[in-house]
C-alpha cells in the first residue's frame, strides 16, 4: 500500500528557504502514469498546488510560485523534493505531498502533511 | 479568489440530499478537463472522493456523485450522514499561462 510521509520544517525565517521531503513507500516513484506533487493550504484557506515532478525529473510549477520553487527527485527514487526560496508570513501553511494520476492529476494518495511557521 | 467557484457553505438533515456547485469558466472546465472532488476532515489530508468528474474511488458509497456540464460540475450526496460533515473541494486544470492545477475554494457542509 502506498504511503508517503513529509518530513518536519517547523518554524522558519521571512527571506529563508523551506525545505521539504516527502519519502514514498509501498510503490516506486519511477513507475510510469504519474506526477508526484507538493500541494499546501494556508490556515483556514483552501488549496493551493505548487508543482510535480515525474520520476523522468521533468517539473511543472504553479505559474505564480514558478520563480520560487524548485522540485527534485533523489536517484534512489523513494524521494522527491521541494525547496520553496524567499519565503514570507504568507507561505505559512500545511504541505501535503501528493501522488497525481495522469492524464487527469487526480490526487489519489497523500501524506498527513507538514506545517510549516513562517515568522520572525 | 479562487480559479473555481464554489459555495461557502451548504447544509442538510440527515437523509436528505445535497449539491455542491463548482463554477469554472472556458479555460478550466469548460475546457473539456475533468473535475474531481476531495472531502477534507479538520487537520487531515483531503481525501478522493470522485475522479474524471463521476468515478468513485474504491469504498466510496454510492451515494456520492460527481457530474459535470459545460463550465461547472456538481457534487451531489444523497441520505446524508453526520459524518458526512466536512469541507469539500472541487480541482481541475486551468490552460492559462503554461497550464496549472487549480482548486475551489471549498464548501463546507454542515448536517444538521
Known amino acids: 500500500q502506498l504511503e508517503l510521509q513529509e518530513s518536519d520544517s517547523g518554524l522558519l525565517r521571512p527571506s529563508q528557504t523551506l525545505s521539504l521531503t516527502c519519502t514514498v513507500s509501498g510503490a516506486s516513484i519511477n513507475k510510469g502514469g504519474y506526477s508526484w506533487s507538493w500541494i499546501r493550504q494556508p490556515p483556514g484557506k483552501t488549496l493551493e498546488w505548487i508543482g510535480y515532478i515525474y520520476h523522468t525529473g521533468d517539473t511543472f510549477y504553479n505559474p505564480s510560485l514558478k520563480s520560487r520553487v524548485t522540485m527534485s527527485v533523489d536517484r534512489s527514487k523513494i524521494r522527491f523534493s521541494l525547496k520553496l526560496n524567499s519565503i514570507t508570513a504568507a507561505d505559512t501553511a500545511k504541505y501535503y505531498c501528493?501522488?497525481?494520476?495522469?492524464?487527469?492529476?487526480?490526487?489519489?494518495?497523500w501524506g498527513q502533511g507538514a506545517v510549516v511557521t513562517v515568522s520572525s | 479568489q479562487s480559479v473555481l467557484t464554489q459555495p461557502p457553505s451548504v447544509s442538510g438533515a440527515p437523509g436528505q440530499r445535497v449539491t455542491i456547485s463548482c463554477a469554472g469558466s472556458?479555460?478550466?472546465?469548460?475546457?473539456?478537463?475533468?473535475v474531481h472532488w476531495y472531502q477534507q476532515f479538520p487537520r487531515k489530508a483531503p481525501k478522493l472522493l470522485i475522479y474524471n468528474n463521476n468515478i468513485r474511488p474504491s469504498g466510496v458509497p454510492d451515494r456520492f456523485t460527481g457530474s459535470k456540464s459545460g463550465t461547472s460540475a456538481s457534487l451531489a450526496i444523497t441520505g446524508l450522514q453526520t459524518e458526512d460533515e466536512a469541507e469539500y473541494y472541487c480541482q481541475s486544470y486551468d490552460s492559462r499561462l503554461s497550464g496549472y492545477v487549480v482548486f475551489g475554494g471549498g464548501t463546507k457542509l454542515t448536517v444538521l
Open positions: 501528493a501522488r497525481g494520476v495522469e492524464p487527469s492529476d487526480s490526487f489519489d494518495v
Open positions: 472556458s479555460t478550466n472546465i469548460g475546457a473539456n478537463y475533468d
